[in-house]
C-alpha cells in the first residue's frame, strides 16, 4: 500500500514508514541545521519515494562534477519527509576514474554526509552502485548520458 501525497507545488508517492523524531535518525545535526527546526521535530521516515523517478534506500545520484569533470555521486542512506518535501540523507563518493572495459565510474567513499533535497538534484534520474565479484571496489554504471 502507498500513500500519495500532493500539492500544488510537489506530487509525491510513498512506501509504507514511519514517523520519528530527527535526533533518533543518523547525521541528525545536517537535519535540524537545514531545516532550522529542534532535533525533536518529527519528520516521515520511508525507504522509497517516486517524485517523477523511484528513488530507494542504496540508490546512487549524480550531484555534480569535480574539478576533473568527473560525476560525483552520493549515496541514498535515508528518505524522509518533512512539510511535504522530500530529503534524502546522502553518503557522498569521489569519483577514482572511469572504468572503459566496464563502462562504470569507479567510486569511493570519502566519508562526508550530507542532506539533499528532491527538488534541488543535479541530476534527477537514480542509479545503482555495484561490485564486480570478489572485489571490495565500488562502480556506477550510469544507464544514460550524464550532461
Known amino acids: 500500500m502507498a500513500f500519495k501525497w500532493k500539492n500544488k507545488d510537489l506530487n509525491l508517492s510513498l512506501e509504507l514508514g514511519k514517523f520519528m523524531a530527527i535526533h533518533k535518525l543518523d547525521h541528525s545535526i545536517l537535519i535540524t541545521d537545514l531545516l532550522g527546526v529542534s532535533d525533536d521535530c518529527q519528520v516521515f521516515v520511508t525507504n ?62 570519502n566519508n562526508a554526509f550530507d542532506v539533499l533535497d528532491i527538488k534541488s538534484l543535479y541530476c534527477p534520474m537514480p542509479m545503482e552502485r555495484h561490485q564486480c565479484h570478489n572485489s571490495t571496489t565500488w562502480f556506477v554504471t550510469p544507464r544514460y548520458l550524464i550532461l
Do not use: M, W
Request: proline content about 2%.
Open 48 to 109: 522509497s519515494v517516486t517524485y517523477s523517478y523511484q528513488y530507494k534506500t542504496n540508490f546512487v545520484l549524480c550531484c555534480g562534477f569535480d574539478t576533473r569533470d568527473l560525476p560525483v555521486f552520493s549515496l541514498i542512506l535515508n528518505i524522509f519527509i518533512y512539510d511535504k518535501r522530500a530529503f534524502f540523507i546522502v553518503q557522498q563518493y569521489n569519483t577514482v576514474d572511469y572504468n572503459n572495459h566496464l563502462h562504470s565510474f569507479e567510486i569511493k567513499s
